[in-house]
């Protein structure tokens, strides 16, 4: 029978909480003014809720990072999608944004999860 390991779980469960909390806002209707009016900064925005989205499953299944990018990237273009039923635009740059942030979490992910494991053999 299989052990389940706490950290893998904290992990993909730390991944879903930030999609169900992406999906939620990302949902919200538009409303101005509830972002800095920086230029492009709602592309930033779906660029860091991918990585935040990606980064802690990729940490904890670094070997399985592809099917995380494409599981991020799936929920980017679903979101994208069906904006326009809850008052927002839909926008092939904010989808790009979500795949590229899923995309670098990749190289962190992978580093941090080699850093963990590299810790867990030197302790024992």
Do not use: C
């Not at 909390?21 to 925005?45: N, Y």
């Not at 860091?48 to 070997?63: D, E, G, M, N, R």
């Not at 991020?72 to 809850?86: D, H, K, N």
């Amino acid at each position: 029978m299989q052990q389940y390991n706490p950290i893998r779980i904290a992990g993909i469960s730390l991944s879903l909480l930030m999609a169900a909390i992406a999906t939620w806002l990302m949902l919200q209707p538009a409303q101005s003014g509830t972002l800095p009016p920086v230029p492009h900064i709602d592309k930033l925005a779906h660029f860091v809720a991918f990585f935040l989205i990606a980064l802690p499953a990729i940490v904890v299944h670094p070997t399985r990072w592809l099917w995380i990018v494409l599981a991020a990237s799936a929920l980017g273009g679903m979101i994208e999608i069906i904006q326009p039923w809850f008052g927002r635009g839909r926008e092939f740059a904010d989808f790009m944004a979500d795949v590229a942030g899923a995309l670098m979490a990749v190289p962190l992910g992978r580093w941090l999860s080699e850093r963990w494991q590299v810790q867990q053999r030197d302790r024992t």
